[in-house]
């Protein structure tokens, strides 16, 4: 298989609403305990935003992350922002951000839709507009979600996964170490769905005239049989591209005992996962770029480490990178 210019992260920086939202809290609203959450799904609390808007923390995110970087904003040359959940259709949360950050005019910036794989999508995609336009030496690529605007806080089958926040990283190619990819998608409107509330009256066309409520559903088994099966599979076809098992794993936080199966049919240790899902639930895009920054940070990863960060979820689609730290 060939070998594939690498890429290096420089930064990484993440940011969640102030409000924590425990299990208890939970228990208030849904007829739900702590001990289910906890047994079922490995969460305890997770970050609800009261006023903060997605933009607010993926400006806070990035700017975390450019700092860690240590460069000019300026120079960055590309922006993806993976989210389903910016505050517009127009102008994307990458082309706000542009403003806000302070970024070149000569940024390309825009959105990237792909539910929990999309941070994944986004990383691949910028690191192959770097290898595309030379002039381009940055990306900056950020995960964020406000899961709270579409979750029906009736539905004690979805409410109690999920949590707002957002991820950040920037990075540049590297000649001297290798990057791998696999990823795809398998179309299921039926297991995870949320749909778009276009509200205003056409006097054109009578189709679809009601409006639909945009809250997410899901039917948790079925998407949890793809989840194992999309993440042990993904990893070991990587893992073949690249020759071996990485030293650390970030996979998408949506549930402690998908992560638990697949390593156990992985035949890896646990240790090799880093988890923050206690504390954060399940944030969709933003879930894999927030665990990486509290891993880096932690110093639960080290320089010349391999790793491979792993989405799956909504679309259905998955996605895993393998690239050395
Ligand atoms: O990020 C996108 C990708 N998403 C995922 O990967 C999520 C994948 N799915 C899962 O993580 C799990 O399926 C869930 C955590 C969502 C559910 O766990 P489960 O072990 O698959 O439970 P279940 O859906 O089969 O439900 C078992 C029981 C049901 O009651 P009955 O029918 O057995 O009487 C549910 O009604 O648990 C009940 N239940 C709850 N009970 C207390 C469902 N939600 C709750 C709740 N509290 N919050």
Redesign the pocket.
């Known amino acids: 298989m060939k070998q594939e210019i690498g890429i290096r992260l420089l930064g990484t920086g993440s940011c969640v609403p102030s409000q924590v939202v425990t299990n208890a809290d ?1 228990e208030g609203i ?4 702590d001990e ?2 906890r047994t ?2 490995g969460i305890e609390q997770r970050h609800i935003a009261d006023g903060e808007t997605n933009l607010a923390l993926t400006k806070t995110a990035a700017e975390r992350a450019m700092a860690m970087a240590g460069i000019d904003p300026k120079e960055i040359g590309v922006v993806i922002c993976a989210t389903m959940t910016g505050e517009t259709m127009v102008p994307s949360l990458a082309c706000l951000l542009q403003r806000e950050c302070g970024l070149s005019e000569h940024v390309f910036a825009f959105d990237m839709s792909a ?2 794989t999309g941070f994944l999508y986004a990383l691949h995609t910028a690191r192959a507009l770097l290898c595309a336009v030379p002039e381009k030496k940055y990306a900056l690529v950020t995960g964020s979600e406000l899961l709270s605007r579409i979750t029906d806080f009736s539905d ?3 409410c ?2 999920f949590g707002d926040g957002a991820g950040a990283a920037v990075l540049e190619l590297d000649e001297n170490t290798a990057y791998y990819f696999d990823g795809g998608a398998k179309g299921d409107d039926q297991v ?1 769905y949320c749909p778009r509330n276009y509200t205003l009256p056409n006097p054109f066309s009578h189709a679809d005239a009601e409006p639909k409520q945009q809250k997410v559903s ?1 039917e ?2 079925a ?2 049989t793809f ?1 194992v099966q999309a993440l042990t599979g993904s990893i070991l076809r990587t893992a073949e591209q690249a020759g071996g098992l990485p030293d650390k794993y970030i996979c ?1 936080q ?2 402690a ?2 992560i638990q199966t697949a390593a156990k049919q992985l035949k890896e240790p646990m240790e090799k996962f880093f988890m923050n899902i206690e504390h954060c639930g ?1 944030t ?1 895009a933003a879930s894999i770029p927030i665990a990486l920054d509290e891993c880096v940070r932690s110093g639960g990863i080290q320089r010349g480490e391999t790793v491979m960060l792993s989405g ?3 679309g259905l689609a998955y996605g895993t990178a393998f690239f050395t730290f």
Do not use: D, K, P, Q
């Open positions: 939970m849904v007829e739900t305990s289910w959450i079922r799904t539910a929990c004690r089958n979805t109690v996964l995870l899901m948790g088994r998407v949890y989840a998408h949506a549930n005992r998908i399940n969709s799956f979820g909504g």
